[in-house]
Structure formats: C-alpha cells, structure tokens
C-alpha cells in the first residue's frame, strides 16, 4: 500500500536551519560574556530547537526556573532573522516535485511555533505547496505526543494509516507510533550519536531523500 500523503518533520528533514538556531544561541551567549560554542556542537541538537540547544548552552532544561526566561531570549535572537540562510536540504526539492507530479500530497508537522515556521515555509515557497501546517503550539501537546500528527490526519480528512511521518529525531517516531501512523526515519538531519537511529524503532531508515520515492511504506532497513 502507498501512502496518501507523507509528513515531514520540518527543522533537520526538509530544511537546514541550523546555522541560524545556532546563530541565535550563540549571539545569546555573547550577551553574557561567554564564548561561542562550535557549530559542530550544536547542530546534532537543533532538532531540539530552543530546549535542546538551551540546555547544551546553558546546562538549563525545562524543568528549572531559567527555562522559561532563557527559552524567549533565544526566540526574541532567532526571529530577528531566522530565514536568511535556511535552505532545503539537497534532493529535498526533487522528492517534493517527484511526489506532487505521482499525484502525492505531502505535509509539515513541526514543533517549531507557528509564528517561525509559516513564515520559513512561505520564504521557502512551500506554502502554496504544502497540504497541511501543523506547527508546535496548534495542537494540546508537541511531539512525542501524537497530538500533532492526529490533528494533521483531521485537516487532511485521512486516516493515520494512509499516511506516512518522516523523521530525523527520537520525538518524531515516538509521536508516529503513538498516532499508529507508519513512519521513516531520516539521518540526513540533525542525528545525535546517542540514541542511534536503528533503535528509535521506526519502520524504516533512509538516508537520502531519494530513497522515499522507492516503495516508501516497506519495512524498515
């Protein structure tokens, strides 16, 4: 069976943010008198956005009082320019066209606040494009919950089953399989090196955007 409609995870899986969400942490820092940390450090969290580069910055994770104050001045540092050098990743622009040409709607399913992310995906020119937007604030719970993948499945009028949810992050299949939704993880994104992706328990592993065009439902590899 082929999926319906596929939906993607947005920061790490279509698009490459993360010199800007590192830029914006950094310039956070320099605030503060401390030093920049290397991009190579923060890309691997930037799936995470501001909980998991807050807390590789600053040690701070939700759960403590800073969180709160720490989380908004990032946001205020990221809106100051969070489009200029986001672009898709390479052969992400293929897979879209390939799978709007096979007559295959796809969606974005994000936890990134609406307030960045419609404006990323009109710069990007997939707004027009896109079936459906659920960003991190529209639904009761963010990913790992399955809130948002259920509430894209309402808009679309489908069942989680004719779908299918594409990944770089642990949440993302968490939230799939929570949805009963089939679901593939990407390593093109932004993988930590703990946990590895072969134990996120996802139905499938693909590491280059072509690789979905190719029987994308079929049991994980």
């Not at 604030?137 to 489908?158: G, H, I, M, T, V």
């Not at 299949?173 to 009963?180: D, E, M, Y």
Request: proline share 8%.
């Amino acid at each position: 069976m082929s999926p319906r409609c596929l939906l993607f995870d947005l920061d790490g899986t279509l698009a490459d943010t993360a010199p800007e969400l590192a830029g914006a942490i950094n310039a956070m820092r320099a605030e503060d008198g401390l030093e920049a940390l290397p991009f190579s450090q923060l890309r691997p969290v930037c799936s995470q956005g501001a909980r998991g580069l807050v807390l590789r910055s600053y040690g701070v994770d939700a759960d403590d009082d800073r969180f709160a104050d720490l989380r908004a001045r990032f946001l205020q540092h990221y809106g100051n320019g969070f489009v200029a050098r986001s672009q898709p990743f390479a052969g992400i622009g293929e897979l879209l066209h390939a799978l709007e040409q096979s007559g295959v709607r796809w969606g974005i399913v994000t936890n990134k606040p609406r307030a960045y992310a419609e404006p990323l995906v009109e710069a990007l020119g997939w707004a027009a494009r896109s079936a459906v937007l659920v960003a991190g604030d529209d639904a009761a719970q963010p990913k790992p919950a399955a809130d948002p993948l259920l509430l894209a499945c309402e808009r679309l009028a489908l069942a989680p089953a004719d779908c299918l949810y594409v990944g770089d992050d642990p949440r993302d299949i968490t939230a799939a399989r929570a949805a009963r939704m089939p679901n593939v993880a990407v390593s093109w994104g932004y993988i930590e090196e703990a946990p590895p992706i072969t134990s996120w328990g996802a139905d499938r592993i693909c590491h280059a955007p072509a690789e979905l065009l190719v029987d994308p439902m079929r049991s994980a590899s």
